[in-house]
């Protein structure tokens, strides 16, 4: 599926659909990859819903998809290590002094960066994999989430009041 046929996807259902309803759905499709908040908040706002629920809604609804991205990640992590009998490939020197500039530097970049970039779900699963600790991971995601959605809906705001839609 691409964005575009997502967006005209979202529209439709959120149109076609009415009242707490359509938050339920902008909640819903906030969580789901390609969708997410960078087409939900835009779309909602531009069909007439209110700009501070959708909002928080896809807010919410991004970021508890990616908490239990996280969750699942650490219980399958888990899980792994029970099973493997060799010791612990990750405790050289050189891994560790790659670990330590990945969670300086490459994290914020990544998180701030994910929703228009790679997706989030995307963007934490690298990070998880590279190792970075889950609750920074978690932190740093739920800070890219946020930021880019007040910078989605003061935009979308904005530009439907410029062309007198909202």
Avoid: C, K
């Amino acid at each position: 599926m691409t964005v575009v046929q997502a967006a005209i996807d979202v529209g439709s259902l959120l149109e076609e659909s009415g009242g707490l309803f359509q938050y339920a759905l902008v909640f819903v499709l906030a969580a789901i990859p390609v969708v997410e908040i960078l087409v939900v908040v835009p779309i909602a706002i531009g069909l007439g819903l209110d700009p501070v629920t959708t909002a928080v809604v896809a807010f919410v609804g991004n970021v508890a998809s990616v908490y239990a991205l996280v969750v699942v990640h650490q219980r399958l992590r888990a899980w792994w290590r029970s099973r493997r009998s060799d010791p612990d490939p990750d405790s050289s020197d050189r891994y560790a002094r790659a670990r330590r500039l990945w969670n300086a530097y490459g994290l914020p970049g990544l998180a701030l960066g994910s929703p228009v970039l790679t997706g989030v779900h995307v963007a934490t699963l690298v990070a998880l994999l590279a190792g970075s600790p889950v609750r920074r991971t978690a932190a740093w995601m739920t800070v890219g989430i946020a930021v880019w959605t007040v910078l989605l809906t003061a935009g979308s705001v904005f530009g439907f009041s410029l062309l007198g839609v909202v």
